[in-house]
T-cell receptor
Framework: NAGVMQNPRHLVRRRGQEARLRCSPM?????VYWYRQLPEEGLKFMVY????????ESGMPKERFSAEFPKEGPSILRIQQVVRGDSAAYFC?????????????FGPGTRLTVT | DAKTTQPPSMDCAEGRAANLPCNHS???????VYWYRQIHSQGPQYIIH???NNETNEMASLIITEDRKSSTLILPHATLRDTAVYYCIVRVGYGQNFVFGPGTRLSVLP
């Protein structure tokens, strides 16, 4: 049973370019979460999605960042016009979304470097 | 904000039990206690979770006090590969994100 898949694992972008990060949840999971980890800091929640719906985007920066989880295909975190401060590890997690205890399983992350 | 308090760092001798404490004095009746760890810069790894009963799986044991205001994660025979940052998180089970605090950096020493 494959775990959470993220690609690319490493992404280098110049300032002003767009970054697209993809996340395929575990089989049977319909809930996806995105987190960001800046160098030497803890993980910070960004956005929580179910299929075709954004449930909670309270952690998303107001500008340049967007996320989607279409009916078919992976979840996408999009960062437009990247700046050096966007350099970080971006982790995706998935869960079943049902049941009382709803552990999340994390992917290996995408390391974004903005030059 | 994280609702838990953990020591910033701990050492443990290889082969010994590692006991990692966590205080969550404001925990609500419907909140679970979850433990994750992050080895180097990898994605966080789920370890165990519980509501009020003690739990055990192939990785660890979780001891929750009767008043649920604190818990202890036990790694029964720590190895060098258990060196990581361990996060204790309290959360309602369904549909909420995790709030990660600074965690405990466990160093397993040879």
């Amino acid at each position: 049973n494959a775990g959470v898949m993220q690609n690319p694992r490493h992404l280098v972008r110049r300032r002003g370019q767009e970054a697209r990060l993809r996340c395929s949840p575990m089989k049977g999971h319909s809930h996806v979460y995105w987190y960001r980890q800046l160098p030497e800091e803890g993980l910070k929640f960004m956005v929580y999605l179910q299929k075709e719906n954004i449930i909670d985007e309270s952690g998303m920066p107001k500008e340049r960042f967007s996320a989607e989880f279409p009916k078919e295909g992976p979840s996408i975190l999009r960062i437009q016009q990247v700046v050096r401060g966007d350099s970080a590890a971006y982790f995706c997690a998935s869960s079943q979304g049902v049941g009382k205890s709803n552990e999340q399983y994390f992917g290996p992350g995408t390391r974004l470097t903005v030059t | 904000d994280a609702k838990t308090t953990q020591p910033p760092s701990m050492d443990c001798a290889e082969g010994r039990a590692a006991n990692l404490p966590c205080n969550h004095s404001t925990i609500s009746g419907n909140e679970y206690v979850y433990w994750y760890r992050q080895i180097h810069s990898q994605g966080p790894q789920y370890i165990i979770h519980g509501l009020k009963n003690n739990e055990t799986n192939e990785m660890a044991s979780l001891i929750i006090t009767e008043d649920r205001k604190s818990s202890t994660l036990i790694l029964p025979h720590a190895t060098l590969r258990d060196t990581a940052v361990y996060y204790c998180i309290v959360r309602v089970g369904y549909g909420q994100n995790f709030v990660f605090g600074p965690g405990t950096r466990l160093s397993v020493l040879p």
